[in-house]
């Protein structure tokens, strides 16, 4: 069975406007410069700030660890090592968070333990069952080839204000994440602040997102395979009271990434098919060339019944309407540098 979410939301309008910069920040206080948010032209400019080189953990097998650095001063390149953050500066004190995801390999896709068979959720007295779609099998080797930023966090309602000058959220808090927005909409949100930042900013691929989730893990989770532990890094059907929570409050991922697990939806670039994983190319994918819909990724708190396979970091979805979806963003590593 495929399940489609439709329904309709509040809306309510804001306006408000904003030039970006950007801002690498360092791992001590002594290490961070003040960025010059805006030259004498009006345009904005962009200032490095470095990072101790013996604060730095460096692997060989394009994961990191954490030992000696905190997750937010990494920077990413494209030898499995991580640095610094970037910083969006929206202005007005608002600022967009991104974590440097280096190059590497994955195994994309469920594995055989957890593809097949029915889940069952026992909520209110009543027992539902849900049959676990084939959508991310077979499972396959994924090469991603360069490094990347990814939003730390979801794109938040005051994120989003800043930029576009409205809201459509149906679940209202500067600090929540933003949600009832359509694809093409977060769409124009990304190209708007490509334009101001002069950085390449976009939806990830379906391949970077599931690599970014998994942060070197091949568990079902990236915490692991235990279900029961999901609403320690995860807003599910079963704690969120359905309603979206301010981001950041679950446990991130080894990377750093916060709600990869629940709370929304999470557009991606990619057109949707369900056979694509069979005929996928092997680097850097991005999809089908055509489609109907556009694929979604991380599960949302806000439906009650929503069984815990459904926010694995291999699986899929699709949705006819926004409701119920929301997007993060990420900023090219080889664009314009800081």
Not at 14 to 27: D, E, K, N, P
Request: glycine content about 10%.
């Amino acid at each position: 069975m495929k399940w489609m979410f439709v329904g309709s939301s509040r809306r309510r309008i804001m306006i408000a406007c904003g030039l970006v910069a950007v801002v690498a920040i360092g791992v001590h206080a002594q290490d961070r410069h003040t960025a010059v948010r805006m030259n004498g032209s009006g345009s904005p400019e962009f200032v490095a700030v470095g990072v101790h080189e013996q604060d730095r953990q460096t692997t060989d097998n394009g994961q990191q660890g954490t030992k000696g650095v905190h997750e937010q001063d990494r920077q990413a390149t494209d030898n499995g090592q991580r640095g610094t953050n970037l910083v969006l500066d929206l202005g007005g004190g608002i600022t967009l968070e991104l974590v440097p995801i280096p190059s590497g390999k994955f195994m994309m896709g469920s594995t055989p333990v957890e593809k097949g068979g029915e889940e069952k959720v026992s909520t209110g007295g009543a027992q539902y069952t849900f049959g676990k779609e084939a959508w991310d099998v077979p499972q396959h080797d994924v090469t991603i080839s360069k490094s990347y930023y990814m939003g730390k966090f979801l794109v938040t309602q005051e994120q989003y204000e800043k930029v576009m000058g409205k809201n459509p959220s149906s679940f209202n808090g500067p600090k929540n994440p933003v949600d009832s927005v359509s694809w093409d909409d977060a769409v124009a949100f990304c190209r708007q602040i490509s334009t101001q930042s002069g950085r390449t900013v976009r939806l990830p691929t379906e391949a970077e997102w599931e690599y970014a989730c998994r942060a070197g893990t091949t568990t079902a989770y990236y915490f692991g395979n235990d279900s029961s532990k999901l609403g320690d890094y995860a807003w599910t059907g079963q704690n969120s009271e359905e309603t979206t929570h301010p981001v950041g409050e679950k446990k991130p991922n080894a990377w750093g990434l916060f709600d990869m697990h629940g709370q929304l939806w999470e557009w991606c670039a990619d057109w949707f098919d369900e056979e694509y994983y069979a005929k996928s190319t092997a680097v850097d994918p991005k999809g089908p060339e055509t489609g109907e819909q556009r694929v979604l990724r991380g599960g949302a708190s806000w439906f009650w019944m929503m069984p815990a396979s459904w926010y694995r970091s291999a699986s899929r979805m699709v949705n006819k309407s926004p409701d119920m979806v929301g997007f993060r963003v990420v900023v090219e590593a080889s664009s314009k540098s800081p």
